[in-house]
């Protein structure tokens, strides 16, 4: 679900890295104001680089397999320090894969990253949810992965519709759009299962985790206490 | 998983020297002028000014030829379609299917501009360590927090990746054969999410580690690209923006005829 160079006029690369540039402001902003970010950031760095390694497992749904794009989960688990952690991917991807382009980075941004935050709000629904925790969790991490695939879906699939050459049959548009939309609709199911059994993964096994990253913090009174491992790394 | 990237960073050539500011400008401009192109008449000028540009560089074809691989796949995927359905130009016709002229012109235009973006993208980074690129991004004010974030993501990708390796290999010798059942799933997210505490754990020792170091305390980045580098280097941004220009303004005055 990447924009690869060359596909779409320049107005819209333009207008890619501007929005998203706006985007990453706004996030820089909020972690500025709400934690110290220099206590945050190996978290948030080495959590980028881990999605960017899970995004490549393959998850088998017969007759094929498919790759999740995580965005939700990122937005449960990161906070704010998503958008900035999908731009650091996406950058990599073309980097070192070819995945998306370097001139429509900005564009791929607000796909994926646009509804990671929307997910990082929607996970803040499980306040409100029933009191079992792997209910809770279930349900608010379906929501925010399947929520933010069908987002990232929608926008993938409008800025298509922007692209399309003019001369393109009217028909055949139309149902090479709706055979695209429907054949995402199992992928934003299959997004929202397994971001559910992730995050009731992590709340059994790491709770601290989804408590997100931007979080009032008094990181500079934190008494530091290695120990030899510690010091080695 | 091995990522290669800075393997002919070192090699000398006028790509290799070209300051790394001005480089990046330079072709950052460029790639914006060729993005620019809505006529095919100008694709061969951008792909000769590539083609020229990548001689210049020393860099092996292979290394185009890796990279270009799998976002080649890609974008013929999604450009096959344009001439059998674009277009009511017919040029040839087998029953069905017929090649129409506006659509083979359209799949020509995003072809060439694609290739041409892709390489100089490639050049940038082929010709320029990781390291001094992100540097340069800081000097024009990326913000710290990414750079550190992106280089510190960068140097534990590959730890990272190899866990992922050793934990598929585990789970092989146990026996685990991906289906799409639930319990696979259930597997599968389980690996997912151990990876993710695994980095999550190692972060906080990685962070205690940076602390004794000094890291948070009047920490600044200290940047070492100042400046635009020499005439030369000056120059050669002057020559990107004048080939830009140059396509935008055929476009926009019409000087190039249609098809």
């Known amino acids: 679900m990447h924009i690869p160079d060359g596909f779409v006029p320049p107005q819209l690369c333009i207008a890619g890295y501007g929005i998203s540039g706006f985007v990453t402001w706004q996030c820089l902003r909020r972690i500025n104001r709400h934690s110290d970010p220099s206590a945050q950031m190996p978290k948030a760095a080495m959590l980028a680089a881990a999605f960017f390694v899970a995004s490549s497992i393959q998850i088998p749904l017969p007759p094929a397999s498919l790759h999740l794009i995580f965005s939700g989960l990122l937005g449960a688990v990161l906070g704010y320090y998503a958008f900035l952690a999908i731009l650091i991917g996406l950058f990599f991807q073309a980097l070192f894969l070819g995945h998306g382009g370097f001139s429509t980075l900005g564009l791929n941004a607000i796909i994926i990253g646009v509804p990671a935050l929307v997910g990082h709000a929607i996970f803040q629904l499980k306040r409100w949810l029933p009191r079992s925790p792997a209910l809770r969790y279930g349900i608010s991490g379906f929501l925010a992965g399947a929520v933010g695939m069908t987002l990232a879906v929608t926008f993938f699939i409008s800025l298509l519709i922007f692209t399309v050459p003019t001369g393109f049959d009217v028909a055949t548009e139309r149902a090479a759009l709706l055979t695209l939309g429907i054949a995402h609709g199992p992928l934003i199911i299959v997004e929202g299962i397994f971001t559910a059994l992730i995050v009731t993964f992590l709340q059994r096994t790491k709770p601290e985790l989804l408590t997100g990253l931007v979080q009032p913090t008094n990181a500079h009174s934190q008494t530091v206490q290695p120990s030899g491992e510690q010091l080695c790394d | ?259």
């Not at chain 2, 020297?17 to 061969?44: D, E, H, I, T, Y």
Request: hydrophobic share 50%; proline share 5%; glycine share 10%.
């Open chain 2, 1 to 259: 998983m091995r990522l290669t990237l800075d393997a002919y960073a070192t090699l000398q050539s006028p790509l290799h020297r070209w300051w790394p500011r001005a480089k990046l400008v330079g072709l950052g401009l460029l790639m914006l002028g060729f993005a620019s192109v809505q006529q095919v008449q100008l694709v061969p000028i951008c792909l000769l000014v590539t083609a020229v540009l990548y001689l210049l560089s020393g860099l092996p074809l292979s290394f185009l030829r890796s990279r270009l691989r799998y976002p080649g796949f890609f974008l013929l995927g999604m450009v096959i379609a344009l001439p059998l359905f674009s277009g009511g130009t017919i040029l040839w016709q087998w029953g069905p299917f017929a090649i129409r002229q506006e659509g083979l012109l359209a799949m020509g235009l995003i072809t060439g501009r694609f290739l041409s973006i892709v390489t100089i993208g490639m050049l940038l980074l082929g010709t320029t360590p990781l390291l001094i690129l992100i540097d340069t991004l800081v000097s024009l004010k990326l913000p710290p927090l990414i750079a550190e974030m992106a280089l510190l993501a960068y140097r534990y990708l590959f730890d990272i990746a190899d866990q992922l390796a050793h934990l598929r290999q585990a789970m092989r010798l146990r026996g685990f054969h991906p289906k799409g059942d639930r319990q696979s799933w259930q597997q599968l997210a389980a690996v997912t999410g151990t990876l993710l505490v695994r980095s999550y754990e190692r972060s906080e020792r990685v962070y205690k580690a940076m602390r004794l170091r000094g890291y948070g305390y009047g920490h600044s980045w200290t940047n070492q690209i100042q400046g635009w580098g020499q005439a030369t280097d000056v120059a050669a941004v002057g020559l990107c923006v004048t080939i830009t220009l140059v396509l935008i303004s055929l476009q926009i005055w019409q000087i190039v005829p249609g098809p």
